[in-house]
């Protein structure tokens, strides 16, 4: 009797192991660590109460050490299915803990896909692309609710979303209204001679109550990218219709080329009416989501404004990487100024770097402002991704 029972949970054990084996799970994650020097941010927003003299700094920031661990497993099924999911391990700025150093985020990403023929199905929390690849609109943003993707062939995507961005109770009630959620419809697209497209648009349909405010309306755009003889192109074309003002409008062209280790590229670009571009976006001081760009300086922000900008990178090695910025914004009512800023990347090893980002913006002030200030920012951070 005891062989037969040894049989069979020997029996049991190995096909528990060829169950696990016929599932493929993956790891993957990134994490850095950044020094942040920021001086100046205020950027004129300082006021002083007349009565207790109290100054009160409301773009101000102050230098500090933040960190960030991501990691993220895929899990799939023998039959095509998958799960993923990203964790947020110890985000936050060093401070003993409080900021969230010692915690760990669940709601970054967590989502199943499920295939069906040439259509995927995604539900869960997870990432709701916008113009990504230009990153100048609705970009790198996750939501709860589904996606479907239908895949025609191997040169188009139709997605299909429906998202919950707010889910509110009403005596009791989860379901009814009093909710804000949004509906998406983007198709990207590939074309002969390495040239792509990405375009769409999302309706913000908003039922909060009592909060007052109406976003209702769409927004959306439509990004390129692809070689034009020798000169690489890319651009966005984007508009915001949420809320009761004008329908605000970005866009942005540039053009590149490439001269053996150097590349010089031109860019130019506008935002009217309340427009503002993702915060992922531009250069270092103005807009692009670096270590110490000023959120004052998203371009969009400061009212209606136009840049040009001529962005230089230069391969020293294989190593080590350079870039530099010269860019010009005019903020319409709001001054103008120059951005001057650098970069420089050391790949330490395969999957580990450290950068360091240095950057200085000269804004003339309108009248109006009488503490004209000048941004000036440093940021040394050390990667690791795997």
């Known amino acids: 009797m005891k062989k037969v029972i040894a049989a069979a949970a020997g029996l049991m054990l190995v096909g528990t192991m060829v169950g696990s084996a016929s599932a493929a799970v993956s790891f993957s994650g990134d994490a850095r660590v950044r020094f ?33 661990v991501r990691l993220q497993a895929r899990a799939e099924a023998p039959g095509g299915a998958y799960a993923v999911g990203r964790l947020g391990i110890g985000n936050g700025t060093w401070d003993g803990g409080g900021s969230g150093t010692a915690d760990v985020d669940v709601r970054d990403k967590a989502y199943i896909g499920v295939p069906m023929g040439p259509t995927v199905l995604e539900a869960g929390r997870l990432p709701t692309q916008g113009l990504e690849s230009t990153a100048f609109f609705e970009h790198d943003i996750t939501r709860d609710g589904l996606t479907y993707k239908i895949m025609p062939g191997d040169m188009a995507t139709i997605s299909l979303g429906y998202y919950i961005s707010y889910e509110a109770a009403v005596n009791g009630d989860l379901v009814d209204d009093n909710d804000e959620s949004q509906f998406a419809l983007w198709v990207d697209a590939k074309f002969a001679g390495d040239w792509g497209t990405r375009l769409g648009v999302m309706y913000n349909d908003d039922q909060v109550l009592n909060d007052g405010r109406d976003d209702d309306g769409a927004y959306g755009g439509i990004e390129f990218m692809g070689p034009g003889g020798p ?137 109006s402002v009488t503490n004209e200030q000048d941004p000036f920012g440093a940021g040394l951070t050390f990667n690791v991704s795997f």
């Open 36 to 68: 942040l020097y920021q001086q100046d941010y205020d950027l004129g927003a300082t006021t002083t109460d007349e009565e207790t003299g109290v100054t009160t700094r409301v773009n101000e920031q102050d230098n500090k050490v933040t960190q960030r």
């Open 231 to 367: 000169v690489a192109i890319s651009g966005a074309l984007a508009f915001d219709d949420r809320g009761e003002g004008d329908t605000g409008w970005g866009g942005f062209l540039s053009g590149g080329m490439q001269f053996g280790a150097t590349s010089v590229a031109l860019e130019g670009g506008y935002t009217v009416d309340g427009f503002v571009t993702d915060g992922d976006y531009g250069f270092i001081m103005l807009g692009g989501g670096q270590s110490m760009s000023p959120g004052s300086l998203i371009l969009g922000t400061q009212g209606d404004t136009w840049w040009i900008g001529v962005p230089v990178s230069f391969a020293v090695s294989e190593m080590l990487t350079l870039q530099g910025n010269l860019v010009y914004a005019d903020f319409d009512e709001n001054g103008d100024g120059f951005e001057i800023s650098g970069s420089a990347i050391y790949a330490i090893s395969d999957g580990a770097s450290v950068d360091l980002d240095v950057g200085y913006f000269s804004w003339s002030a309108p009248d």
